[in-house]
């Protein structure tokens, strides 16, 4: 069965310091990877994707994420946490197909930042 | 601002009376979808729309039921809400096509569904 898994429930991170969040996936062929954040009582934003090339992908607020192929992992980084980070996040990853069409997004069980003052 | 945009943000209910969600979006994005979520769980998918195709998930109770009259406007019925059903419930948009797996979704803000 094709899966995402988020290893931690909960990471804690002082202001300021650098900040990872680790997704791992269990899909066959080269799926989509992406990462939303959701604030609370809010819906998902999202943050980075990778499609294909480089495999440090940029995306908003200062965030990063590296894919590895061969560990199969798509982990979020920051280099410099700040307080307002601190929300849920989800690792998201969508199978690629050859002919176009639609495949739903597998996601994660999310993640949740902690930054401390 | 193109968004999504879902109303009523808070709707409370009675066990067992019909309840109606809407979406609409300026996107112009042809694929929209509803999610059910649960206490910061992973968002569940409940169907979607490929422009006028609907296509439902397989575990999606068939109490819940969606009408999609035109591109920008999406509804989530909810025929006889139980307390299970009480959740937050999340309209996505999407633009389809060859490409559109590599496309990002874009998420309205949410309705927290209260059921009494």
């Known amino acids: 069965a094709q899966s995402v898994a988020q290893p931690e429930d909960q990471v804690n991170v002082a202001e300021g310091n650098p900040l990872t969040v680790k997704c791992t996936y269990s899909?066959?062929?080269?799926?989509?990877l992406f990462w939303y954040v959701q604030y609370p009582n809010r819906g998902l934003q999202f943050l980075l994707k990778y499609i294909t090339g480089d495999n440090l992908v940029k995306g908003s607020y200062g965030f990063e994420a590296e894919f590895n192929k061969s560990q199969t992992s798509f982990h979020l980084k920051k280099p410099s946490a700040l307080v307002s980070d601190s929300a849920l996040y989800f690792c998201a990853v969508r199978p690629r197909l050859l002919s176009g069409g639609y495949n739903k997004l597998i996601f994660g069980a999310g993640t949740r930042l902690a930054v401390h003052p | 601002d193109a968004m999504v945009i879902q109303n009523p943000r808070y709707q409370v209910t009675q066990f067992g009376k019909p309840v109606t969600l809407s979406c609409s979006q300026t996107l112009n994005h042809n694929v929209m979808y509803w999610y059910q979520q649960k206490s910061s769980q992973a968002p569940k998918l409940l169907f979607h729309?490929?422009?006028?195709?609907?296509?439902n998930e397989a575990d999606t109770p068939d109490n819940f039921q969606s009408r999609r009259p035109n591109t920008s406007f999406c509804f989530l019925d909810i025929r006889s809400p139980g307390l299970g059903d009480a959740a937050m419930y999340l309209c996505?948009?999407?633009?389809?096509?060859?490409?559109?797996?590599?496309?990002?979704?874009?998420f309205g803000p949410g309705t927290r569904l209260t059921v009494l």
């Open positions: 996505a948009t999407s633009r389809g096509g060859t490409t559109g797996s590599r496309n990002e979704q874009f």
């Open positions: 899909v066959s062929g080269n799926p989509y």
């Open positions: 729309y490929y422009d006028k195709d609907f296509n």
